[in-house]
């Protein structure tokens, strides 16, 4: 609001559009640009990769931080993104760090075959021991981010953060040369 001139490239964007920074995704129109890193679309994608690999799979456990508006935002198309899979969403809000081994015990208890982890500061900064409690359950994780793979996540549908700087400065180099 404060520009309508000055080219502003999006860093982290879960929706933009939903955001109203955004006509839509492919014409973002105005003076915005970059790239969004999260969305359903991107979710059901990796959902769909984690139901190939495992084919019986039928209840999937969903950790999200209640204190992140995004999820609220897009639960309802979440879910209905996990039902044209065939999955039924166990989804467990949690705020805070030490709620997260409960959050996982709960989901084991209600028979989760795997886990969806989505790119959230509250999994990235506790994923080791959340990668543990997950193990000691037996439950593979599809990760948002390459760090969660990297901690023993089975499969991560995302892309690195130095490929997300090098497309944010090949958005600026553009920018800058006209």
Do not use: W
Request: aromatic share 6%; with cysteine; hydrophobic share 45%.
């Amino acid at each position: 609001k404060a520009t309508a001139t000055i080219p502003i490239v999006i860093g982290t964007a879960a929706d933009p559009v939903r955001a109203g920074l955004v006509t839509s995704l492919s014409r973002p129109g105005g003076n915005i640009t970059g790239f969004s890193t999260v969305g359903v679309e991107l979710e059901a994608k990796g959902l769909a990769l984690l139901r190939e690999l495992l084919p019986g799979l039928q209840r999937v456990g969903v950790l999200q931080n209640s204190a992140n508006p995004y999820y609220r935002a897009v639960r309802k198309e979440f879910e209905q993104a996990c039902r044209s899979l065939g999955l039924q969403p166990i989804i467990i809000e949690l705020a805070v760090a030490s709620e997260l081994e409960n959050a996982i015990v709960e989901m084991a208890r209600r028979r989760a075959q795997a886990l969806y982890v989505p790119g959230d500061r509250l999994f990235y900064d506790n994923r080791v021991p959340l990668m543990r409690v997950a193990l000691r359950y037996a439950l593979p994780i599809l990760a948002t981010d390459k760090e969660l793979l990297e901690a023993g996540a089975l499969v991560s549908y995302a892309h690195t953060y130095a490929e997300q700087d090098q497309r944010y400065a090949a958005f600026v180099d553009r920018i800058l040369r006209g």
